[in-house]
């Protein structure tokens, strides 16, 4: 499996084009590039490199668009769901993810191999990483992290160069004389790599002659290390995973920390497993069945009635030019233009010109009438927005139920037999519902707990309850097992529950289940009043269905970011 490679470096002109977002090509766009796309992806680059969010001001300044032209296409890109306009800021909202799990579902890397990565992180009790090439980069595609004290804090879709990593030594072992040209011009361009911005720069970063050595070693032996390159204390063994056909299609690495390894212990202890997991990951790559094409995607007609909706204000050549990205996926790795026009419900010339646009930035690539998305769409928001967390993910929707119903509305999670508040927004009243986040309550006397109880399997259930045994905390409050197990099959049946006084005198509460991907109820939303506000008739026939409706943009979201990454609950 390995192979001896010597590293070809030889000068020459390199391609336009190098790392990062705020890395323009050399040469101007072509003459059928689509303008306000060029911009749009300009803002998304801007707000990720800055960690997903920007004041307006702040995106005028750093792209030199006008702000008339600023404010059209945060609006354009705020109807598509691909941020949020808060107050004067601009934050990119978890939509936006669909374009990188595009890519993600696109090379199947994630689906096929995660799982292996995480059994392997498992055994080995160290972080294992799964990254591919990006020129002369390389990017994440999947994260098993063990939570420790010094812990792995890279995420899905960071760009790195491939100087200073394990993997970027195995891929640029496959280097032709134009890549080597390509990542010189970059260090003489950024020699302290600011433009990598998941790592810390450094003056001290390897030197030519260093990188070679590296290289022409991870050919020879088939697999590399990372001996504190990206920083101090952070030691890393990378092998290739190849294809039925040979090619690398990403390198599998198992990162540790030198108070619990060195380089060579790493590589002593690590080397035979690691060697044995790839055996099995390029296994399920030989073996893997062919995966169906999505169905097409109808897109076209939603910009047009938005177009219709909002006018000017609307950007119809950003929209459709950003849902080309879509049209790829499992299945679908690499498409004609035909086949991109029909999968998003354009017109050829339409789709052609996105995919000029898109070919120019580095976007996607092709050959031979085929087209396929490269790794640095990952780079459009992938990285600060694959850490957001459920509560984060929340927030707006909470917010904007809130505003709805005039009365407080929060998440929780079910922690043993309590729930824990994990995000809340509370309105101005003087008399208010005073709770935060943090705070816990019995699950079996609150709203937000029994629906979190009643998708539990009942033995589940039953454990959860003995650990919390019932007891009145009012004169309302439900104890008798048999009753609180009946009420519990109501509220799974109907997909609410109601609680009016069992907390609290005084204290009405209505929550839905908020669901993860596999239906599995993760959290709960709930809206708490005083029992003058409303009575429980009004709870069921008006606080319901927004409530109801607030769950699910929370569940779309969560789907969408929860596809390759993992979504912490708190």
């Not at 198992?254 to 790493?266: D, F, I, K, P, W």
């Amino acid at each position: 499996m390995n192979r001896s490679t010597t590293p070809d470096t030889t000068r020459t002109t390199p391609p336009p084009g190098t790392g990062e977002q705020d890395e323009a090509p050399a040469a101007g766009p072509p003459a059928e590039a689509v303008g306000p796309l060029l911009r749009g992806l300009d803002v998304l680059g801007r707000l990720t490199d800055a960690g997903g969010r920007l004041s307006l001001g702040d995106l005028v300044r750093a792209t030199g668009l006008a702000r008339s032209t600023v404010d059209r296409v945060t609006g354009t890109l705020a109807r598509m769901g691909h941020l949020r306009l808060d107050g004067r800021d601009a934050v990119l909202a978890p939509r936006l993810m669909e374009l990188g799990n595009a890519f993600l579902a696109s090379i199947r890397v994630p689906a096929l191999l995660g799982p292996h990565a995480e059994q392997l992180a498992d055994a080995l009790d160290e972080s294992v990483s799964l990254a591919v090439p990006d020129r002369d980069g390389i990017r994440f595609v999947h994260q098993s992290t063990r939570r420790r004290a010094m812990s792995l804090s890279f995420r899905i879709g960071d760009l790195l160069p491939a100087e200073r990593t394990a993997p970027g030594a195995l891929f640029a072992a496959g280097w032709d004389a134009r890549e080597w040209a390509r990542w010189r011009e970059r260090r003489a361009a950024d020699p302290q790599g600011l433009a990598f911005h998941a790592v810390p720069p450094g003056p001290d970063s390897p030197d030519e002659a260093h990188f070679i050595d590296r290289v022409r070693a991870a050919g020879e032996q088939g697999w590399a290390l990372d001996d504190q390159l990206i920083e101090p204390g952070l030691v890393a063994l990378a092998l290739p995973v190849r294809d039925p056909d040979g090619r690398p299609v990403c390198a599998v690495s198992v990162v540790s920390h030198t108070s619990r390894h060195g380089a060579g212990s790493l590589r002593g202890a690590m080397l035979p497993r690691l060697r044995a997991a790839v055996a099995t990951m390029e296994r399920a790559l030989r073996e893997a069945p062919e995966a169906p094409a999505d169905r097409d995607r109808a897109l076209a007609s939603w910009t047009t009635a938005s177009k219709q909706e909002l006018g000017a204000g609307f950007v119809e050549s950003l929209a459709r030019g950003l849902t080309v990205l879509t049209a790829f996926g499992e299945g679908a790795p690499a498409l004609t233009l035909s086949a991109v026009a029909q999968a998003c419900g354009l017109a050829r010339a339409t789709a052609r010109r996105a995919l000029i646009t898109f070919a120019h930035l580095g976007y996607v690539e092709s050959d031979g009438g085929l087209f396929r998305p490269t790794p640095r769409v990952l780079g459009l928001g992938f990285p600060p927005l694959s850490r957001r967390t459920l509560p984060e993910i929340a927030e707006p929707h909470l917010a904007d139920l809130s505003r709805r119903v005039h009365d407080s509305a929060s998440l929780s999670v079910l922690t043993g037999g309590e729930i824990q508040y994990t995000a809340r927004i509370a309105t101005s009243r003087v008399m208010n519902v005073n709770i935060t986040v943090g705070t816990r309550f019995p699950a079996y006397a609150t709203s937000m707990g029994r629906v979190l109880l009643a998708d539990l399997p009942a033995p589940v259930r039953a454990e959860r309850l003995a650990a919390t045994p019932p007891r009145a905390l009012t004169r309302h409050t439900v104890t008798s097992e048999p009753e609180l197990t009946a009420l519990l099959e109501r509220v799974r049946e109907e997909g609410f529950a109601l609680t009016d006084g069992e907390l609290e005198e005084g204290l009405r509460s209505v929550a839905v289940p908020v669901r993860d991907r596999t239906g599995r109820a993760v959290a709960a939303v709930n809206i708490a009043m005083h029992t003058s506000r409303r009575t429980a008739g009004e709870c069921r026939t008006v606080v319901l269905p927004e409530l109801r409706a607030a769950a699910a943009l929370i569940e779309e979201d969560l789907a969408v970011a929860g596809r390759f990454t993992r979504t912490a609950l708190c």
